[in-house]
């Protein structure tokens, strides 16, 4: 709307007056005006693109209808609907929708709202046979998006999560794992990191058993436990199930 329309319909809302195109004298009006919009008015007044005065003029019972993608439980009745009067307007026999045109419909997001759904519908009902509408018939767009949209969630579905992985980049570690995967990193670190002293070679593995020995009895001390194991793998997240003898 531009700014003289803008001007010239506060104008009449303030004095409920007009001048008729061409006319000499002001016309005397009482009338309720509903308007409606898609834009953010506020964002608009914010940059000078809309009155503020009309604004509030306007604003006096705000209602906020939700688009029809967050309203899926009207989409099916409003389809129904459109459906009769199609019926009635182009002559055709429809009876409804199968489930599988109900679920698609339903699951479409409609970005064009109402409109796009009425489109649809008398689109539908032109190319397709008389009967129950079946999923086949929607619009090629529809069944295309609802096919992308399942395939992207069961992608998601099918990636582990961050608390399934385990530093070895399997999803489940047994005890031992955990233990063998402790003690691997453990010998890898520099001498002068290391907890215990150097060894020699001949009690390397009395050494480690009793690391392994250690980390058996820390592991009632779980806080203690994932301090220590985040030190070695930090921002690895380990999710440990029990040895087989043990479930």
């Known amino acids: 709307m531009s700014a003289s329309v803008q001007a010239k319909l506060l104008r009449v809302l303030k ?5 008729r195109l061409g006319g000499t004298r002001p016309i005397k009006v009482d009338v309720r005006l509903v308007a409606a919009t ?10 000078g693109a809309f ?15 939700p688009p029809l993608r967050e309203r899926k439980e009207d989409i099916v009745p409003l389809a129904l609907d459109l459906l009769q009067h199609f019926n009635v307007e182009l002559r055709k026999r429809f009876t409804g929708f199968t489930p599988a045109a109900a679920e698609l419909l339903q699951q479409y997001p409609w970005p ?3 409109r796009e759904l009425k489109n649809v519908i008398e689109r539908t009902l032109i190319l397709a046979p008389e009967g129950d509408i079946d999923g086949t018939a929607l619009p090629e767009e529809i ?4 096919r992308a949209a399942d395939a992207s ?8 999560s ?9 999803q489940l570690l047994t005890l031992r794992e955990v233990e063998d995967e402790y003690i691997r990193k453990f010998s890898a670190l520099p001498e002068t990191t290391r907890r215990r002293p150097r060894v020699s070679s001949a009690s390397t593995h009395i050494a ?23 030190r070695v793998f930090p921002a690895s997240s380990v999710l440990v199930k029990p040895e087989p003898h043990l479930q």
């Open 15 to 19: 004095e409920s007056t007009f001048m």
């Open 38 to 47: 898609n834009a953010d008015l506020k964002e608009a007044v914010a940059r």
């Open 51 to 65: 009155r503020e005065d009309l604004y509030y003029r306007l604003n006096v019972v705000p209602l906020y209808i």
């Open 112 to 114: 064009g709202n109402i």
């Open 143 to 146: 069944r295309e998006h609802v």
């Open 153 to 160: 969630a069961k992608n998601q579905n099918d990636s582990p």
């Open 162 to 170: 961050e608390l399934d992985i385990s530093p070895t980049g399997r």
């Open 208 to 230: 480690l058993a009793e690391t392994q020995e250690r980390i058996c009895s820390r592991l009632s001390q779980s806080k203690d436990f994932i301090t220590d194991w985040l």
